[in-house]
């Protein structure tokens, strides 16, 4: 699976963003797909999953509220939307595909990851 994201960029904190990541391959809906952000100086951390068929979603708690992942089979893509952004959502933002259905919330457990896409939040 290939994975490439995008929809990233500048937006005043309180705004909203859309981003999208299309993945190649016929096995998509076979994998759950999450997302991730990684801030400068900072650790990869879990945003998002949503798991392969039943739609079912997770979030940390930072996320809960203000973040939707969605995913569109029939499309290969999956989404994240975010809303009412604060500064420190700052990061680059990856997708990243996984066989498994258990700790989606680590990145260890993911096999395919995309090139990730820049999000900045304005104070």
């Known amino acids: 699976v290939q994975l490439q994201a995008s929809g990233g960029g500048l937006v005043q904190a309180g705004g909203s963003l859309r981003l999208s990541c299309a993945a190649s391959?016929?096995?998509?809906?076979?994998?759950?797909m999450g997302w991730f952000r990684q801030a400068p100086g900072k650790e990869r951390e879990f945003v998002a999953a949503i798991s392969r068929s039943t739609g079912s979603t997770y979030y940390p708690d930072s996320a809960k509220g203000r973040f939707t992942i969605s995913r569109d089979n029939a499309k290969n893509t999956v989404y994240l939307q975010m809303n009412n952004l604060k500064p420190e959502d700052t990061a680059v933002y990856y997708c990243a595909a996984t066989a498994r259905t258990w700790g989606f919330s680590n990145p260890t457990a993911y096999d395919y990851w995309g090139q990730g896409t820049l999000v900045t939040v304005s104070s």
């Open positions: 391959g016929r096995t998509f809906s076979n994998h759950l």
